[in-house]
């Protein structure tokens, strides 16, 4: 079993940044273990989502921010929906994200790959073009065989496009992203 | 009529194309009128809330901007990741602090704060499945067994989403059982089916969603029916990765709950997009078509016994 030394390793402005971000309070959680029954993920989590909680409280920053678990919650809200003491802790796992995210931890590479392709599409052309994401996504994770199954099952569809949908204010929408970048310098 | 702000997200006109159309078609059809928000953009779905709230806020926020000036009752969406991050973004900006931050990212400011609602909400709420019923009194859908599953975030948190019960929601039961449907207690219906993870992480997906098929599938299903673009992807789209995950073959359509009230207001099948679902929607319906069958022939029987029986006393 890994033992903590909490008082040699435990971040106090970790905490109180995570508290900051979320707008909850990390201490109210009494490890009642609700949040990780429901949790749909645990089984591909390398840490269950209540014992998130407990390394939080114990300001475990490294730990948490190179963990696997905050990449692949799937914000399904089950955790804050019945948590005992009101603590939204889908929001707690997204601020930990957040700021695995800027200080350059992405344990889970392609989930984040995925991502930022999604936001690089949606910033180029207003909305998301599919096609062009999954091509992107490909040729940046060299992921050719990911889903070769389903290629017949759904190009016969018509469903997805070749060209982008491009609206008219996607000038605006590029605003968008370069001026949430400036508030981050 | 009341105007309804219509938002169809990103998928609506991809993946999810049969959703929008046969949501349209079902709200033309049962008097809701919907104006699309002109020039709507990404919402920025799943990806933008892993980055950063206030961006994720932003995105959203832009059409809540445009939805201002339509002067509608309220923002409707087909789609529960949109709706959410519509929601969480009005709810975010009950603050004042945020709200101006959220602003000074946006070209157009959001001024005040439209009500964001799903369309299954105003189904349920402005139309209701009592007029549904009396509309269709000859419960076109009866023998069709059916696990309804609303995905993890239509109703939760229920701070956010105000709508429904959020470990029980009903609203989706009672309109197909108003079309005589025979709703399934489906015990998983606010379970998560993986997300977006189909193409990072598929074998999440294919496990998540593979316990959903099969729960279905005990319960003695024809077809499972949903409300959510994503939900319907990972269960149809994937079912076969989601049968070799649990070792069995699974064969269950996976209907938009629009496709199915759709085909009981007598909608062609080609507006609803039948033909779009991977899984072949035929098994279901012909399996509903016989049940039918086979009670309109018990009935001729019974009336025909009771008929002999009577000449019999004569
Ligand atoms: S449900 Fe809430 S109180 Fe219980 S362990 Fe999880 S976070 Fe802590
Ligand atoms: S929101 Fe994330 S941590 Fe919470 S139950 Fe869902 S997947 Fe698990």
């Known amino acids: 079993m890994e033992v ?56 475990q920053k490294v730990r948490l921010l190179s963990c696997k678990s905050i990449w692949l919650c799937a914000t399904c809200e089950s955790c804050t929906t019945r948590c005992p003491n009101e603590i939204d802790v889908a929001r707690i796992m997204d601020v930990l994200r957040h700021m695995a995210r800027r200080e350059g931890y992405a344990t889970e590479k392609n989930v984040k790959t995925f991502w930022d392709t999604f936001l690089d599409s949606v910033e180029k052309h207003g909305r998301v073009f599919e096609m062009g994401l999954l091509a992107t996504y490909v040729a940046k994770t060299g992921r050719f065989w990911t889903d070769m199954d389903l290629g017949p099952k759904i190009l016969p569809k018509g469903k997805l496009s070749f060209k982008p949908h491009e609206i008219q204010g996607k000038d605006k929408v590029a605003e968008i992203f370069k001026r949430f970048r400036e508030t981050q310098q | ?54 961006l994720s806020s932003a995105l959203a926020a832009r059409n809540l901007a445009l939805a201002e000036d339509m002067d509608a009752a309220a923002v409707i969406t087909p789609c529960p990741s949109c709706l959410t991050n519509l929601k969480a973004a009005v709810h975010r900006m009950s603050d004042r602090e945020f709200r101006l931050q959220v602003n000074k990212l946006l070209d157009k400011p959001v001024d005040r704060s439209t009500p964001v609602k799903s369309v299954l909400q105003v189904l349920a709420e402005d139309v209701g499945s009592d007029a549904v019923a009396e509309m269709l009194p000859n419960k076109p859908l009866a023998g069709l067994k059916l696990a309804p599953y609303y995905g993890c975030i239509m109703n939760r948190p229920p701070e956010v989403m105000q709508f429904d019960d959020h470990e029980n929601p009903t609203a989706m039961d009672k309109l197909m059982a108003a079309l005589g449907a025979e709703v399934l207690p489906f015990p998983l ?91 072949n929607p035929r098994l279901a319906l012909d399996a509903m078509y016989a049940a039918q069958a086979e009670k309109r022939e018990r009935e001729a029987k019974s009336e025909a016994d009771k008929q002999t029986l009577k000449a019999k006393a004569a």
């Open chain 2, 1 to 54: 009529m009341t105007k309804y702000a219509y938002y169809p997200g990103c998928s609506g006109q991809g993946t999810s194309q049969e959703y929008d159309s046969s949501t349209r078609a079902v709200c033309r059809a049962l008097g809701v009128n919907l104006v699309d928000i002109p020039d709507w953009s990404c919402c920025g779905s799943t990806p933008a809330h892993t980055v950063d709230h206030l």
């Open chain 2, 189 to 279: 219906k606010v379970e998560c089916c993986g997300a977006s993870f189909g193409i990072p992480r598929k074998d999440i997906v294919a496990k998540l969603s593979g316990k959903l098929l099969e729960a279905a599938a005990g319960l003695g299903a024809h077809a499972v029916v949903t409300a959510c673009p994503l939900c319907q992807m990972n269960l149809d789209l994937r079912q076969g990765q989601a049968s070799a995950a649990m070792g069995r073959k699974f064969q269950l359509p996976v209907f938009y709950y629009t496709q199915l009230l759709g085909l009981a207001l007598g909608i062609p099948q080609s507006e609803l997009g039948l033909s779009k679902l991977c899984v």
């Open chain 1, 4 to 59: 903590v030394d909490i008082h040699a390793s435990c971040d106090h402005e970790f905490i109180a940044q995570v508290e900051a971000e979320s707008e909850q309070k990390v201490r109210l959680c009494y490890q009642c273990g609700n949040c990780t029954a429901g949790c749909p993920y645990t089984f591909a989590y390398d840490i269950p989502v209540s014992q998130v909680m407990r390394l939080l409280q114990a300001g």
